[in-house]
């Protein structure tokens, strides 16, 4: 079962590494900047899938006896045969899980796992980036009025004031501060690895 695991994290870094280069290639091809935040969009929701899709992988082969590549395995409250019936536990009869809401996948920890572990502490460390995260992933995927309303919600609380033409692209391609130049994008790139190499060690 160790190399499953093994499997799952290099996916991810997969994901992330192609992710990355893409953006480093259109920002290198001199496309207008507005092509290029789209670029952004599309990359960072690839990303939060990539981690959306490590968290259920993750989850489920660990509810059935899975270890991580050093060794570890949470202790379980359940012992499911095989990792359909561990789905469809975790689903607790709907049509899906969902994996974008930290806390909802730490509520669901504390029930198979004992003391929530390993998703609870990691989880609890970074719930804050996880929520910002999932806030951008809406402006980008659905073009309500809430989800505009807490994007913009969310820039004034980095900047301390809104930014007009602030689009979710623009966004993560800007410097996160003076003191740490790092685009918000590869700030929440480094927030997934830390913890998916916690979560997955």
């Known amino acids: 079962m160790r190399t499953i695991l093994s499997i799952v994290i290099k996916e991810l870094e997969k994901q ?3 992710s ?6 259109v920002q290198a091809s001199g496309l207008p900047r507005i092509q290029i935040e789209i670029v952004a969009e599309l990359a960072f929701l690839r990303i939060f899938i990539a981690w959306e899709n ?4 993750s989850f489920t082969k660990y509810l059935v006896g899975a270890e991580s590549p050093s060794g570890y395995s949470p202790q379980r409250f359940v012992n499911p045969p095989n990792m359909q019936i561990a789905s469809k536990l ?6 899906y899980a969902k994996w974008n809401s930290a806390s909802e996948v730490i509520a669901r920890s504390e029930i198979y796992f004992r003391h929530g572990e390993p998703y609870k502490n990691v ?3 970074v719930i804050k980036d996880i929520n910002d995260m999932n806030t ?4 980008i995927a659905h073009r309500s009025t809430i989800s505009e309303k807490k994007f913009n919600e969310h820039v004034r609380k980095e900047f301390g004031h809104g930014k007009r033409g602030m689009s979710p692209g623009r966004f993560l391609l800007t410097q996160k501060n003076i003191m740490q130049p790092t685009t918000f994008l590869d700030y ?3 927030v997934i690895k830390a ?3 916690m979560l997955v060690p």
């Not at 951008?136 to 402006?139: F, G, K, L, M, T």
């Open 16 to 18: 992330i590494d192609s």
């Open 136 to 139: 951008i992933r809406n402006r």
């Open 20 to 25: 990355q280069n893409l953006i480093k290639k």
């Open 90 to 95: 975790i689903a607790a009869h709907r049509e």
């Open 188 to 190: 929440y790139v480094d």
């Open 54 to 57: 490590f968290l259920e992988d």
């Open 195 to 197: 913890a998916s190499s």
């Open 123 to 125: 989880l609890h460390g």
